[in-house]
């Protein structure tokens, strides 16, 4: 897959920035959480995944169940798409992998370590030292600027980096975003704005990053440019990316495609 | 903290509403406050003008301007006490005054001995020996319309006793809705019509060496039929009567309580609204991994930031406002220490108005971040 210029670059110099920030991650979330959480350590089918998870709302008549004993394992650096119709229960998968959703039933698992029986500071820790979000609606702070914006992605997995803005110019720099650093968020094209939110993602070199339906208000190139961007991620850097989408343009890009519906998984292609 | 600030300053309307808000409060508390300390200073300026350092009243005096004449004795057995220096005697009662052009007016007629104290108003002291006569009367700069004298001197009457207005002093100001006029002891109570030993108060000197307390309970178990004070203790006296037995400091300090509460309706409303606008950003925060505490710190420093805007407002306005205030109320008065203490409750007032807000960021649910 030809790879463009724009992205290559931004691979470069995001490990150079993650290098001289002197941050390890992983280190970091090992030492928030106790070590024998880490049921599964060393079996690398657990990096990051589901067992057997079943996610319920509501109760009585209203009662919804949008995953049915769902078990799937994303290997550490492959790019994985989530696709399936809407009320699937794609958006509910991620957020379990996010930690910011436990399972009625079964477990979860981020970087090796069980995480649906943390508690909510433990949970915290990992989603800040470990997993990178992009969202549909980018969800950018819309009175800081672009540069601010990544800025606190750096601030919120370092709190003592003291060179995150530069860090953050930088990074936008590599996203062609260097002239429009200090405009607010809405002052930028969908486009220009997910490559904010990515830039902010990638603030501090996650291991993992999470994106839901991430091109879904894109037009069509904007979107192949986060596609592009994102997969970079995953041959540079050796991140795990899982990305929720209904957008058929991302099957070109992933390493594998799961399918739901109606909670449970229906299809595994190119099963790693 | 930057997106705190971000956050108020993007809407600069409602920061606006807000800071008006905080500022309104403490021009307000600023305002009541001065009127407080300014209405005890009052209450007491008399007692505290004097150099004594023990006052005798009639048995039940509760302030200053309600004494009453005490037996003549009483001066003489005090001055038997041994550590008493020095006794003197202070009288206040109300007179009809009337100036040249026959305009009649009710009056405070002040008299005291001249060695009462430095500061206390009275024309027979030695500074003013040559300059003014020994029984001149004064009155205060702040009651000159009500004294309506054209000239200085001027000759009036004061209970049908011809008088001499002969000058204006600061600082004694009419606290009673009539004006005081000062002269001395024995032109007093010749107006007042008093016998020459009488005396409302016998005011005393301890000589060096003496313990005040000593000499008072001394003095009390001498004179066991009046009431034998430190100088401290009847201005506190004198203090609480107006403040709390006449209800006038209750109002003062209801209206400082009111703007208070004004004020925290005012930012709680304000930083609220603000709060739930942004109530995607914060359950952004909390899916990125920001812990409660830095959402915590956010809403609260909006709040605290806005607590500072308006405070430094509110104190640039009621600065001019009371120095206005000094020619319709000349008792209102603003000590340093006041602009000082009302950021304090300025603040107490924004961290309570950001407590609803800082509940409804913190239970934000992150997963909420996944819904277009």
Same mark, same amino acid.
């Given at each position: 897959?030809?790879?463009?210029?724009?992205?290559?670059?931004?691979?470069?110099?995001?490990?150079?920035?993650?290098?001289?920030?002197?941050?390890?991650?992983?280190?970091?979330?090992?030492?928030?959480?106790?070590?024998?959480?880490?049921?599964?350590?060393?079996?690398?089918?657990?990096?990051?995944?589901?067992?057997?998870?079943?996610?319920?709302?509501?109760?009585?008549?209203?009662?919804?169940?949008?995953?049915?004993?769902?078990?799937?394992?994303?290997?550490?650096?492959?790019?994985?798409?989530?696709?399936?119709?809407?009320?699937?229960?794609?958006?509910?998968?991620?957020?379990?992998?996010?930690?910011?959703?436990?399972?009625?039933?079964?477990?979860?698992?981020?970087?090796?370590?069980?995480?649906?029986?943390?508690?909510?500071?433990?949970?915290?820790?990992?989603?800040?030292?470990?997993?990178?979000?992009?969202?549909?609606?980018?969800?950018?702070?819309?009175?800081?600027?672009?540069?601010?914006?990544?800025?606190?992605?750096?601030?919120?997995?370092?709190?003592?980096?003291?060179?995150?803005?530069?860090?953050?110019?930088?990074?936008?720099?590599?996203?062609?975003?260097?002239?429009?650093?200090?405009?607010?968020?809405?002052?930028?094209?969908?486009?220009?704005?997910?490559?904010?939110?990515?830039?902010?993602?990638?603030?501090?070199?996650?291991?993992?990053?999470?994106?839901?339906?991430?091109?879904?208000?894109?037009?069509?190139?904007?979107?192949?440019?986060?596609?592009?961007?994102?997969?970079?991620?995953?041959?540079?850097?050796?991140?795990?990316?899982?990305?929720?989408?209904?957008?058929?343009?991302?099957?070109?890009?992933?390493?594998?495609?799961?399918?739901?519906?109606?909670?449970?998984?229906?299809?595994?292609?190119?099963?790693? | 903290?930057?997106?705190?600030?971000?956050?108020?300053?993007?809407?600069?309307?409602?920061?606006?509403?807000?800071?008006?808000?905080?500022?309104?409060?403490?021009?307000?508390?600023?305002?009541?406050?001065?009127?407080?300390?300014?209405?005890?200073?009052?209450?007491?300026?008399?007692?505290?003008?004097?150099?004594?350092?023990?006052?005798?009243?009639?048995?039940?005096?509760?302030?200053?301007?309600?004494?009453?004449?005490?037996?003549?004795?009483?001066r003489e057995?005090a001055a038997?006490?041994? @550590?008493v220096?020095q006794t003197d005697r202070?009288?206040?009662?109300?007179?009809?005054?009337?100036?040249?052009?026959?305009?009649?007016?009710?009056?405070?007629?002040?008299?005291?001995? /001249?060695?009462?104290?430095?500061?206390?108003?009275?024309?027979?002291?030695?500074?003013?020996?040559?300059?003014?006569?020994?029984?001149?009367?004064?009155?205060?700069?702040?009651?000159?319309?009500?004294?309506?004298?054209?000239?200085? /001197?001027?000759?009036?009457?004061?209970?049908?006793?011809?008088?001499?207005?002969?000058?204006?002093?600061? #600082?004694? #100001?009419?606290?009673?809705?009539?004006?005081?006029?000062?002269?001395?002891?024995?032109?007093?109570?010749?107006?007042?019509?008093?016998?020459?030993?009488?005396?409302?108060?016998v005011v005393l000197r301890?000589?060096?060496?003496?313990?005040?307390?000593?000499?008072?309970?001394?003095?009390?178990?001498?004179? /066991?039929?009046?009431?034998?004070?430190?100088?401290?203790?009847?201005?506190?006296?004198?203090?609480?009567?107006?403040?709390?037995?006449?209800?006038?400091? @209750?109002?003062?300090?209801?209206?400082?309580?009111?703007?208070?509460?004004?004020?925290?309706?005012?930012?709680?409303?304000?930083?609220?609204?603000?709060?739930?606008?942004?109530?995607?950003?914060?359950?952004?925060?909390?899916?990125?991994?920001?812990?409660?505490?830095?959402?915590?710190?956010?809403?609260?420093?909006?709040?605290?930031?806005?607590?500072?805007? @308006?405070?430094?407002?509110?104190?640039?306005?009621?600065?001019?406002?009371?120095?206005?205030?000094?020619?319709?109320?000349?008792?209102?008065?603003?000590?340093?220490?006041?602009?000082?203490?009302?950021?304090?409750?300025?603040?107490?007032?924004?961290?309570?108005?950001?407590?609803?807000?800082?509940?409804?960021?913190?239970?934000?649910?992150?997963?909420?971040?996944?819904?277009?």
């Amino acid at each position: 897959m030809p790879k463009s210029r724009l992205t290559n670059t931004v691979c470069e110099d995001a490990s150079e920035l993650a290098s001289r920030s002197h941050y390890s991650a992983a280190s970091a979330v090992k030492t928030e959480v106790e070590p024998d959480l880490s049921v599964h350590e060393g079996t690398s089918s657990r990096f990051l995944g589901v067992e057997r998870a079943t996610v319920s709302f509501g109760e009585g008549g209203a009662r919804v169940c949008p995953l049915r004993g769902v078990s799937v394992m994303f290997k550490r650096g492959t790019f994985s798409l989530v696709m399936g119709p809407s009320g699937s229960g794609k958006t509910t998968l991620l957020s379990m992998l996010g930690c910011l959703l436990s399972p009625d039933q079964g477990s979860v698992f981020v970087d090796d370590v069980l995480v649906n029986q943390l508690s909510e500071t433990e949970k915290t820790a990992i989603r800040q030292k470990k997993i990178g979000f992009v969202f549909q609606a980018f969800r950018l702070f819309h009175s800081l600027s672009a540069i601010d914006n990544v800025a606190l992605g750096f601030e919120l997995r370092d709190p003592k980096q003291s060179q995150r803005l530069e860090m953050a110019q930088e990074l936008l720099d590599k996203f062609g975003l260097g002239d429009k650093s200090h405009q607010e968020p809405n002052e930028l094209s969908p486009g220009e704005r997910q490559r904010v939110a990515v830039a902010r993602a990638l603030a501090g070199d996650p291991p993992i990053l999470l994106a839901d339906e991430p091109t879904a208000s894109l037009d069509a190139q904007a979107g192949r440019n986060i596609c592009q961007i994102l997969r970079n991620q995953v041959d540079e850097y050796g991140r795990t990316v899982v990305v929720v989408s209904h957008d058929p343009r991302w099957r070109e890009f992933a390493d594998r495609t799961i399918t739901l519906c109606d909670g449970e998984i229906e299809q595994k292609e190119n099963d790693l | 903290m930057k997106l705190a600030w971000q956050n108020i300053i993007h809407d600069r309307s409602r920061f606006s509403v807000t800071v008006l808000g905080v500022s309104f409060a403490v021009f307000l508390m600023v305002f009541q406050g001065s009127l407080l300390v300014g209405f005890l200073r009052a209450a007491s300026r008399l007692i505290d003008a004097s150099d004594s350092d023990i006052w005798i009243t009639a048995r039940g005096v509760q302030a200053f301007e309600f004494g009453t004449t005490l037996e003549s004795r009483v001066r003489e057995m005090a001055a038997g006490v041994p @550590g008493v220096m020095q006794t003197d005697r202070v009288c206040m009662a109300f007179a009809v005054y009337r100036t040249p052009k026959g305009k009649q007016q009710v009056v405070a007629l002040v008299g005291a001995d /001249p060695n009462v104290g430095k500061r206390f108003p009275v024309p027979d002291v030695p500074e003013l020996a040559g300059e003014i006569s020994p029984d001149a009367v004064l009155y205060d700069v702040s009651d000159r319309d009500l004294i309506a004298v054209p000239v200085l /001197p001027t000759e009036v009457e004061i209970n049908r006793h011809r008088a001499s207005i002969e000058r204006q002093i600061q #600082g004694y #100001g009419a606290f009673l809705g009539v004006p005081f006029l000062f002269t001395s002891y024995r032109n007093a109570i010749r107006y007042l019509g008093f016998g020459p030993d009488d005396a409302m108060y016998v005011v005393l000197r301890v000589s060096k060496g003496s313990s005040v307390s000593d000499v008072k309970q001394s003095l009390q178990e001498r004179l /066991p039929e009046v009431d034998v004070l430190t100088r401290d203790e009847f201005a506190h006296k004198s203090r609480m009567y107006w403040t709390i037995k006449t209800g006038a400091g @209750g109002a003062i300090l209801t209206a400082a309580v009111l703007g208070f509460l004004i004020g925290l309706v005012v930012v709680s409303q304000t930083i609220y609204a603000n709060t739930m606008e942004n109530i995607e950003e914060y359950a952004t925060l909390k899916a990125l991994g920001a812990p409660k505490s830095l959402v915590a710190r956010i809403v609260l420093t909006q709040a605290l930031l806005c607590g500072a805007v @308006g405070s430094i407002l509110g104190l640039f306005a009621v600065i001019p406002v009371i120095d206005h205030a000094k020619s319709l109320i000349p008792w209102i008065y603003m000590p340093w220490w006041l602009p000082v203490l009302m950021v304090l409750p300025s603040m107490v007032m924004c961290s309570l108005a950001s407590i609803a807000s800082v509940r409804n960021a913190l239970t934000v649910e992150p997963g909420r971040v996944f819904r277009a």
